[in-house]
């Protein structure tokens, strides 16, 4: 049997810089790389940031505008960004959700989301002010993003 290489290992992460990208789509679901990090560098999310972030930005995305296109958020296994797969995308209004999302995180007052052994595998590496750190860094790079530009 013939192994097909997947897309995302097309992409020349030597290259990539953080910022906001199509990584695929088929049929109606985009997939976006939320990309906060340079890969193949030291600097890389650390699990707690990592973590915290995927349970915040997942219950906002699941609580916007899009909620109801939105199939999938989650975290990418080299540490330099996360996942959004959504239906019927419109990347003028992703974008904004997005950032919304992540103001949402940096300002957030109270618990993390899902923080309880019931609601969540790992809880104790959940850490908020970590990821309203990464957030804080990450809206700054999505100023500069451009949704009519999100080709790697």
Same mark, same amino acid.
């Given at each position: 049997?013939?192994?097909?290489? %997947?897309?995302?290992?097309?992409?020349? #992460?030597?290259? =990539? +810089? /953080?910022?906001? !990208? %199509?990584?695929? +789509?088929?049929?109606?679901? *985009?997939?976006?790389?939320?990309?906060?990090?340079? /890969?193949?560098? /030291?600097?890389?999310?650390?699990?707690?940031?990592? #973590?915290? @972030?995927?349970?915040?930005?997942?219950?906002?995305?699941?609580?916007?505008?899009?909620?109801?296109?939105?199939? !999938?958020?989650?975290?990418?296994?080299?540490?330099?960004?996360?996942? =959004? =797969?959504?239906?019927?995308?419109?990347?003028?209004? +992703?974008?904004?959700?997005?950032?919304? @999302?992540?103001?949402? *995180?940096? #300002?957030?007052?109270?618990?993390?989301?899902?923080?309880?052994?019931?609601? @969540?595998?790992?809880?104790? *590496?959940?850490?908020?002010?970590?990821?309203?750190?990464?957030?804080?860094?990450?809206?700054? %790079?999505?100023?500069?993003?451009?949704?009519?530009? =999100?080709? !790697?």
């Amino acid at each position: 049997m013939e192994v097909k290489r %997947i897309a995302s290992f097309e992409v020349d #992460h030597n290259t =990539l +810089v /953080p910022g906001l !990208y %199509i990584s695929r +789509v088929d049929g109606d679901i *985009t997939t976006y790389d939320i990309r906060t990090r340079v /890969p193949n560098q /030291p600097d890389l999310m650390d699990n707690s940031t990592m #973590h915290t @972030c995927e349970h915040m930005l997942a219950t906002y995305f699941r609580n916007s505008e899009i909620k109801d296109d939105v199939i !999938y958020f989650g975290a990418m296994g080299c540490q330099t960004g996360f996942f =959004l =797969l959504v239906r019927n995308a419109d990347h003028h209004q +992703v974008l904004k959700v997005l950032r919304e @999302c992540v103001d949402k *995180t940096i #300002h957030h007052e109270g618990g993390v989301f899902g923080n309880s052994a019931k609601e @969540c595998g790992n809880y104790r *590496t959940l850490n908020l002010s970590m990821a309203q750190a990464e957030c804080r860094r990450y809206a700054k %790079i999505l100023e500069k993003v451009d949704a009519d530009n =999100l080709n !790697y």
